[in-house]
């Protein structure tokens, strides 16, 4: 469940959802620091190229096309 807070989207537990657009070396970069922020959650990841990121079962929406990703919220 999300609600918006001073105009900003954020989950249950008062983090703000955040979504990475490029999953290379970059964008593992920022999901490794994203992810030791407590108040920071990765909810979503695009890249081109999902055969060189794992499906998951980690709770994180993958999508290959970043108008997609947007559309999810």
């Known amino acids: 469940m ?5 105009g900003k989207i954020i989950n249950e537990k008062g ?3 955040v979504g ?3 999953y290379g070396a970059v ?3 920022r999901r490794r620091v994203i992810d ?3 108040q920071l959650e990765v909810v979503s990841i695009c ?3 999902l055969q060189e990121t794992k ?3 980690d709770g994180v ?10 559309a999810a919220g």
């Open 2 to 6: 999300t609600k918006k807070q001073n």
């Open 15 to 17: 983090s703000f959802r």
């Open 20 to 22: 990475i657009a490029g």
């Open 27 to 29: 964008g593992r970069l």
């Open 36 to 38: 030791e922020h407590p």
């Open 47 to 49: 890249d081109a190229n």
């Open 55 to 57: 499906a998951g079962s």
């Open 61 to 70: 929406s993958y999508f290959s096309d970043y108008r997609s990703l947007l």
